[in-house]
């Protein structure tokens, strides 16, 4: 299986499925997440934490938590939240800049909910605004949260790539991710925005090739 940045997580959880399990041999994984609300925090507030060390900034892509919006709206049920914060989102998309002040007032409840959730500042805010989400919302994010499931019985093997600089989803989720599957190799690189490659130094190149001839050697067994 090869699967690249949001689609991870649920790669991860279909091949642990008992149905899957033994029939999947590796999983090339490029750009992933463990945790899902370390990621909409990241994506939210800019801020990264490495496993038991201090929360980080970093500078995600603007974009990122209007896409988050426009992925969720679907499970609001008043039809007006649903319109003014898919305007909100297309606006915000377009501009980072643009003024969506005029729409915010108009929301209901739970469109109010969604709005306080992605204009969190801190990580504190993040975690106790999603609790205040719609319980549909709240269910789809716990249901792509890998770092919720045991992931020892997974057999696949793990190859892991991720940029230290993505933009989207931080490179310490996949050091998450290394930490707990049982089989997991991780590659680090600096020159890659997420899933684009570009101004690659010559050991990330070597790095990288690593990792590709890790995953034929599995094929050709």
Known sequence: ???VSYAVGPAILAAL???LRDRVNVILAIGGY?????????VTTGQYQAPGGPWQKGKPNPYGKWVYVLSNVDQLKDPN???LLETMAQRRI???GAPIEDLVGQLGPEGQSVYAFVTATTPEEVAERFK???PKVQEDIAGLDVSRHDLSPLAAKLILVHGKEDP???????IRLARAAPHAQLTLVNGLSHVNLGGLAL????????AIDSLLAIRRR
């Open 168 to 174: 989207v989803i931080p490179y310490t989720e996949s």
């Open 94 to 96: 377009d501009d980072p």
């Open 34 to 42: 463990y945790d899902i609300l370390n990621v909409l925090t990241y």
């Open 81 to 83: 939240d649903r319109r």
């Open 203 to 210: 050991n990330d190149l070597r790095l990288l090739g690593c």
């Open 1 to 3: 299986m090869a699967a």
């Open 17 to 19: 499925k008992p149905d």
């Open 132 to 134: 205040q989400l719609p």
